[in-house]
């Protein structure tokens, strides 16, 4: 039988144990001597980066914003251009610019662009944002250790991207150049494009300039000229790009390149000689690629110097045009073929 003296124990004991854990977590009631101090993290803890603004990154006589010290900078709103100025101006190296998803937008007046670094500053990363409606190219980068993400660039006066005083490394990924008077994306040697978009480019959409880079999983469509373009240098592996619906060719290369796994097809939209890849130079690569309803499937301009391997063809009104002398693939139905290195029609 349960007594009320056994009750009033079992009170007791837990009393003393719930005094006992409040002592404990009380903490010392004798603090030490000396200032208070705060416990919190300070502001530069929870967001070491730098805003950009007037007055962090005053700008000068030909730039709103101007940056002259390496480290991570970002925007807090749209940023709407002062005629005549840049927006960023870069002038030290290893500087990061996120734009949060905002806009850099500029307006009219003399040639000026949205985001640059000056002569011989490198280790800039551009990322979130969009830049828009500038005089001149909408960003323009010259150095080595370059890296846009996540980039727009829309309507710009010259090119959405002009990295072409880029020496490498440098990579552009997952951006959009829309509308841009000159090229989309215009790169240098050593240059890294994927999984970009370029469309309505007054000239081509990606101009490939310099030598030794990779183009791939980038989609181009209604550029006035070219897709994808190599004119100068070479060396470019172009890959698993997507080109359609150009005023002239998909792709159109010159030297030493490797064009493999590409599908261009509507080619050609503005002339009647528009092709799905013109190789012009010689040293040419052009394998396993899906070319489809262009005025010309592959064309050439050289002699004995192309390889034309394992593509496939439809619906082209000429499936090969140009020189002679280079080395293709019989070309065949996929049930006829017998040559591992047939180019198949269908």
């Known amino acids: ?3 009320a003296y056994g009750s009033n124990s079992l009170i007791l004991g837990i009393s003393v ?63 709407q251009g002062v005629a005549n100025k840049h927006g960023i101006e870069i002038a030290c190296d290893n500087v990061t610019i996120d734009m949060m998803g905002f806009t850099l937008a500029g307006t009219p007046g003399a040639a000026a662009i949205g985001i640059r ?87 081509s959409g990606i101009n490939l300039g310099g030598s030794g880079g990779v183009c791939e999983r980038n989609t181009t469509i209604f550029n006035t000229f070219s ?43 503005a002339v009647t000689d528009g092709a799905g890849i013109y190789v012009r130079c010689g040293d040419n690569r052009v394998d396993s690629n899906h070319l489809s309803s262009n005025d010309i499937g592959v064309r050439m301009t050289t002699n004995g110097e192309e390889v034309i391997i394992r593509n496939t063809f439809h619906d082209n009104t000429t499936s090969f045009s140009g020189s002679t002398g280079n080395d293709i693939g019989p070309l065949s139905l996929a049930s006829n073929a017998v040559s591992p290195f047939a180019n198949i029609i269908h």
């Open 1 to 3: 039988m349960r007594t």
């Open 117 to 203: 670094n000056e002569p011989g500053f490198r280790g800039v990363t551009i990322l979130n944002g969009v830049v828009r409606d500038w005089t001149d190219d909408g960003i323009s980068l010259s150095g080595a250790r370059l890296y846009i993400e996540g980039v727009k660039a829309d309507r710009c006066g010259a090119s959405g991207f002009d990295l072409a005083g880029s020496n490498g490394p440098t990579t552009i990924v997952r951006c959009q150049a829309v509308a841009n008077t000159i090229y989309g994306i215009n790169t240098g040697s050593g240059a890294t494009v994927v999984e970009c978009t370029a469309n309505s480019n007054s000239l």
């Open 227 to 269: 897709g994808i373009a190599q004119n100068s240098g070479g060396g470019w592996v172009i890959r698993n790009n997507t080109c359609s619906q150009n005023g002239e060719n998909g792709i159109n290369v010159c030297t030493s390149n490797s064009i493999v796994g590409n599908v261009c097809n509507l080619n050609g939209t």
């Open 17 to 79: 144990i719930v005094a006992a854990a409040m002592l404990v977590s009380a903490g010392d009631l004798n603090p030490p001597a000396g200032p208070v101090t705060p416990t919190m993290k300070g502001l530069d803890w929870v967001e070491p980066r730098t805003v950009i603004s007037l007055d962090t990154t005053p700008g000068d006589a030909d730039s709103l914003f101007r940056i002259t010290q390496p480290g991570s900078y970002y925007l807090v709103g749209d940023v």
